[in-house]
Structures are given as C-alpha cells and as structure tokens.
C-alpha cells in the first residue's frame, strides 16, 4: 500500500515536470521563432511614427518611407554628419557602452537620462520633387514615471516646429499620458525654439499665453510629467544634444547631400 501511494506521489511530479518542460520548450521556441516578427513590427511602427510627425501619408508606410525618408547619423559633439548605417543604428544600446557614449553631468542632466551616445540618427524627410520638408530629432526625457520618448519635427529652419510625436511613454493614464493626446501635440505646430541669439525660448507652462510663439500650455494635472517634456527639450537643444547640429542648420551650414 505504501508503494503504491510513493509510485503515485512520484508519477505525479514526472508528470507535471515532464509538462512544465515541455511548456518551457514551446515558449522558448515561440519566443525565438517570433523574434524577427517583432523586430520587423518595431521597424514599421518606428517608419510610422517618422512619416507621420513629418506630415506624410502612412497609406503605403514602406514606399512612403523610401521616397520620402533619408536617414543619416550625426555626431552630437560636432553636430556634423558622420559615416554609418543609420537605419541599424541603436540610439538606445550606444548609450549604454562607455566606449559610444558619455556620462551626462549630474548638473547638466535635467533630462534624467544618465548616458547620452555619441551618435543619434536624424530623418531627412523630403517632398514630393525631393525638397527638403522636415528635419526630424529623436528626443527623450523623465517623466513622472518612465522614459518618455519622442520624434521632433522641425522646419528646414531648424527652428520652428513641425510635430511632436510621443510614442513611447508610461506617465498616468488620462493626465500625463496625454502626452500623446492629439489636442495637446497640435499647439506644438508653428512654435519656435530659439530666438534670435540662438537661446532656448520654448516653455512649457500652466496658462501659456493665447498667441505666444514660444509657450506651451502644460498638461491638466501632470505638472511633474510637463516638467519633464520642458526639460527633455532643454537638454536636446542645448550643448549636449542637438543644439552644435541645429546651430549649423540655422546657419545653413549642413549639406544634406
């Protein structure tokens, strides 16, 4: 009798160890096998996002994106254009090797983004008869609760703005979350950046003036989640962004080839 209830007791665990391996086994095969789909759904939505912020139909993403998108790497030290793949470039992994990024001065950082690669690729966007359209930034910042990241749409001015387009954020649901609400991204359209010495202007503020060229209204009840979009953009414009690349582009010193 003993022996019988060992032999059931240890069937038991062959049986649920022989099917827990087997599930282990399946999942990992599901997660491998669908590794490239999910890479090939990241690089669609990331096309997506460029077309759109830059006011291009997404019909068509894949031939709308090679007619109408050039992408190129930019050194941010120099703000120069720099030889490299830009379509495989990961913005993300160079700023978390030492050997292709810098670490942010804490008194400089008030993105809170801690690393910034050395490198960051920019969207050409064209028009139909290939004239330039846009010019357009990866940027990204602390918010309330998470990265908040962003493409900028600028004018070949290399001022006034375009679109903003939040595409990755995890701010509170209906508060800072409205980061992305189409309302609030349509008062960005027609805003510049800098004024005429080149500084930074652009605020992001409770009741911003009606008519201002350079203020943004902050989001209802997510101060913390509008500091950090002002902050995002202090930073990306400044020095230790974008600021070396769009001071030649404002002084019409890039060949954009």
């Given at each position: 009798m003993a022996n019988k209830k060992k032999e059931t007791v240890l069937r038991t665990f062959v049986v649920i160890g022989t099917l827990c391996l087997?599930?282990?086994?399946?999942?990992?095969?599901?997660?491998?096998?669908?590794?490239?789909?999910?890479?090939?759904?990241?690089?669609?939505?990331?096309?997506?996002?460029?077309l759109q912020v830059a006011g291009l139909s997404v019909d068509n993403v894949a031939q709308s994106y090679q007619q109408h998108i050039v992408a190129k790497l930019v050194d941010l030290n120099t703000g120069d254009f720099v030889f490299g793949d830009a379509s495989t470039y990961s913005q993300t992994s160079a700023a978390k090797d030492p050997k292709t990024s810098i670490k942010v001065p804490s008194a400089e950082d008030v993105a809170k983004i801690g690393r910034r690669a050395n490198l960051a690729p920019v969207y050409l966007a064209r028009d139909d008869q290939g004239k330039l359209k846009a010019i357009i930034l990866p940027i990204h910042g602390q918010g309330l609760w998470s990265t908040m990241y962003?493409?900028?749409?600028?004018?070949?001015?290399?001022?006034?703005?375009?679109?903003?387009?939040?595409?990755?954020?995890?701010?509170?649901?209906?508060?800072?979350?409205?980061?992305?609400?189409?309302?609030?991204?349509?008062?960005?359209?027609?805003?510049?950046?800098?004024?005429?010495?080149?500084?930074?202007?652009?605020?992001?503020?409770?009741?911003?003036?009606?008519?201002?060229?350079?203020?943004?209204?902050?989001?209802?009840g997510a101060t913390l989640t509008s500091d950090g979009v002002e902050n995002t953009f202090k930073f990306w414009m400044g020095p230790q962004g974008w600021g070396p690349f769009l001071e030649k582009v404002r002084k019409g010193e890039i060949n954009y080839g």
């Amino acid at each position: 009798m003993a022996n019988k209830k060992k032999e059931t007791v240890l069937r038991t665990f062959v049986v649920i160890g022989t099917l827990c391996l087997v599930c282990a086994i399946v999942v990992s095969l599901s997660a491998v096998g669908l590794r490239p789909l999910q890479k090939e759904n990241k690089a669609l939505d990331k096309q997506i996002n460029i077309l759109q912020v830059a006011g291009l139909s997404v019909d068509n993403v894949a031939q709308s994106y090679q007619q109408h998108i050039v992408a190129k790497l930019v050194d941010l030290n120099t703000g120069d254009f720099v030889f490299g793949d830009a379509s495989t470039y990961s913005q993300t992994s160079a700023a978390k090797d030492p050997k292709t990024s810098i670490k942010v001065p804490s008194a400089e950082d008030v993105a809170k983004i801690g690393r910034r690669a050395n490198l960051a690729p920019v969207y050409l966007a064209r028009d139909d008869q290939g004239k330039l359209k846009a010019i357009i930034l990866p940027i990204h910042g602390q918010g309330l609760w998470s990265t908040m990241y962003a493409l900028l749409a600028l004018k070949p001015d290399g001022n006034t703005v375009m679109g903003l387009n939040y595409y990755q954020q995890e701010e509170t649901p209906g508060l800072g979350a409205e980061v992305e609400n189409p309302a609030w991204k349509a008062q960005w359209v027609g805003k510049t950046l800098f004024d005429s010495k080149g500084d930074l202007v652009l605020r992001v503020m409770k009741n911003a003036p009606k008519g201002s060229a350079h203020d943004i209204d902050a989001l209802s009840g997510a101060t913390l989640t509008s500091d950090g979009v002002e902050n995002t953009f202090k930073f990306w414009m400044g020095p230790q962004g974008w600021g070396p690349f769009l001071e030649k582009v404002r002084k019409g010193e890039i060949n954009y080839g």
